[in-house]
């Protein structure tokens, strides 16, 4: 299909080429200016069909990339009933008295435990917690659920600790991690009383479409076009993978003067290994990516953050997050009474590194 473009795009430029140098002359000699025109508009007529050549040659390349390596992290699957699988990875001692089950961002993967600099085992030891972290349906290693909600991802969450044996938890949600962590502080005790110990909302986003949300998302309109969106995330998964410096402009979008900022570049962590997490989340393409956004944005969740009753819940959030307005939080925090909330003044949307002792020590303390 595309070859028989660029042969197409070719020949009329060519056309175009051959009919406007041999008119050229005769054209001068009747108005001077008009040869001018012609040549502007054959190097127009050229230029455009290079750039749609261009663009085209692009296009396929984005569309049918395929990462080099079969895997750009480390870790294990669970084998779920009816087929699925969940990848994982145990950071910290596997014998650990305390576990805290980690829910990834959006884009990202179980490596953002590496990427944003949180793989302590000074800190694990101390405090004898291992991390449980797991990739959703559609990233990494993980199989897609197109139809899976809030509930079925509880219950994924209840298998993994099953297969590992592990009686009680707490969960951490980051970023587009903190709704599912939400929809599990909902179903879990449903599910199975008593297992869920404290959960912990780090930088989250929110139930966009709740009707009482106070604000409209900015991809909302994009949302309604499927088939662009997946072609707009897709051509950030090719920038992520074949870009050398895409770690420098992640960070690059944020608040310069954030301490969170200014922590994470402190700690000089290679570009590479900023990136590692969505090159591992992203490597099968982008479903679950696309699962999370309509998740956050479109889909009605099936209960109002009001009705979580659990009653060890933790929230922290930034002032300075440009990612997730802050907003978001303070909507969570009303509609969670006994949510305790962190805000912070002087963060942004990634102070889960810079507040990473804070906040391992308060859900495995529950305080």
């Known amino acids: 299909m595309y070859r028989g473009a660029f042969r197409r795009f070719g020949k009329t430029a060519s056309r175009l080429w051959s009919s406007s140098t041999s008119s050229t002359s005769e054209a001068a000699s009747v108005k001077p200016r008009g040869g001018i025109f012609r040549t502007i508009k054959k190097i127009g007529a050229v230029a455009l069909g290079a750039a749609v050549t261009g663009g085209a040659i692009l296009a396929y390349k984005i569309a049918t990339f395929e990462p080099e390596h079969d895997s750009y992290g480390f870790g294990s699957t669970v084998q779920e009933p009816f087929g699925r699988k969940l990848s994982y990875c145990i950071y910290g001692p596997q014998n650990a008295k305390n576990t805290i089950i980690v829910l990834h961002g959006t884009g990202g993967s179980r490596m953002e435990v590496?990427?944003?600099?949180?793989?302590?085992?000074?800190?694990?030891?101390?405090?004898?917690?291992?991390?449980?972290?797991?990739?959703?349906?559609?990233?990494?290693?993980?199989?897609?659920?197109?139809?899976?909600?809030?509930?079925?991802?509880?219950?994924?969450?209840?298998?993994?600790?099953?297969?590992?044996?592990?009686?009680?938890?707490?969960?951490?949600?980051?970023?587009?991690?903190?709704?599912?962590?939400?929809?599990?502080?909902?179903?879990?005790?449903?599910?199975?009383?008593?297992?869920?110990?404290?959960?912990?909302?780090?930088?989250?986003?929110?139930?966009?479409?709740?009707?009482?949300?106070?604000?409209?998302?900015?991809?909302?309109?994009l949302m309604n076009y499927p088939a662009l969106t997946k072609a707009v995330f897709m051509t950030m998964r090719y920038a992520i993978f074949n870009y050398r410096n895409y770690g420098e402009i992640v960070y690059g979008i944020l608040p310069k003067d954030a301490e969170d900022t200014k922590y994470l570049r402190s700690l000089k962590i290679p570009l590479d290994q900023v990136t590692l997490a969505s090159k591992e989340g992203l490597r099968p393409g982008v479903d679950g990516l696309l699962r999370d956004l309509n998740w956050q944005i479109k889909k009605p969740w099936g209960f109002d953050l009001s009705e979580i009753k659990h009653p060890k819940m933790f929230l922290w959030h930034g002032e300075l997050d440009n990612i997730v307005p802050v907003e978001v939080a303070d909507y969570a925090c009303r509609k969670i009474p006994q949510m305790e909330c962190r805000i912070d003044k002087a963060m942004g949307h990634l102070l889960v590194s810079p507040k990473f002792r804070e906040i391992t020590t308060t859900l495995v303390n529950g305080k």
Do not use: C
């Not at 962590?181 to 930088?203: F, K, Q, T």
């Not at 929110?206 to 909302?220: H, M, N, S, V, Y």
């Open 114 to 221: 590496v990427a944003n600099g949180l793989d302590d085992e000074k800190l694990f030891k101390e405090l004898d917690v291992k991390l449980v972290a797991i990739d959703r349906p559609g990233y990494a290693s993980s199989t897609p659920d197109p139809d899976g909600d809030m509930r079925d991802f509880a219950n994924d969450i209840l298998e993994v600790a099953d297969k590992l044996k592990i009686s009680k938890f707490s969960l951490a949600g980051i970023s587009g991690g903190g709704i599912w962590a939400l929809g599990a502080a909902h179903y879990i005790p449903r599910l199975d009383s008593g297992r869920l110990l404290n959960v912990g909302i780090i930088s989250s986003d929110g139930q966009w479409a709740a009707p009482d949300f106070p604000l409209k998302p900015k991809t909302d309109t």
